[in-house]
C-alpha cells in the first residue's frame, strides 16, 4: 500500500526558507519519479518540481514560478523526497503534497504560509 506522509511545513515570513520531506512507504522509491504539487486557498493543484529516478536519468525539473528558489532532492536509500524552498514569497503559501509521478495517490500535505 503507497504510503506518503509530508512534514516540515509551518509559517514563515517573506524571504525565509523551510524543509520540507515526504517520506514514501509501500513501493519502490528509488525506482519511481516524485514530484511536489502544491493548492493555494480557493485555487486548483499546481504543479511544483519533479524528480526523476536514476535509472531514469535523475533529472529534475522546476516551475518557472519557483525557479532558481526551490532545490528538489531525494534520499533512495531513505525512501524520502525533500524540497528545500529559499526567499519564500506570500504567493508560495498553500498546502503542499508529494506525489509518485503521473499517479493521483497524494499525502496529506502540509501546510505552508508565508506571512509578516
Known amino acids: 500500500q503507497v504510503q506518503l506522509v509530508e512534514s516540515g511545513g509551518g509559517l514563515v515570513q517573506p524571504g525565509g526558507s523551510l524543509r520540507l520531506s515526504c517520506a514514501a512507504s509501500g513501493f519502490a522509491f528509488s525506482n519511481y519519479a516524485m514530484t511536489w504539487v502544491r493548492q493555494a486557498p480557493g485555487k486548483g493543484l499546481d504543479w511544483v518540481s519533479q524528480s526523476n529516478s536514476r535509472g531514469g536519468g535523475g533529472s529534475t525539473s522546476y516551475a518557472d514560478s519557483v525557479k532558481g528558489r526551490f532545490t528538489i532532492s531525494r534520499d533512495d536509500a531513505k525512501n524520502t523526497l525533500f524540497l528545500q524552498m529559499n526567499s519564500l514569497k506570500p504567493e508560495d503559501t498553500a498546502m503542499y503534497y508529494c506525489?509518485?509521478?503521473?499517479?493521483?495517490?497524494r499525502g496529506q500535505g502540509t501546510q505552508v504560509t508565508v506571512s509578516s
Open positions: 506525489a509518485i509521478t503521473g499517479a493521483s495517490a
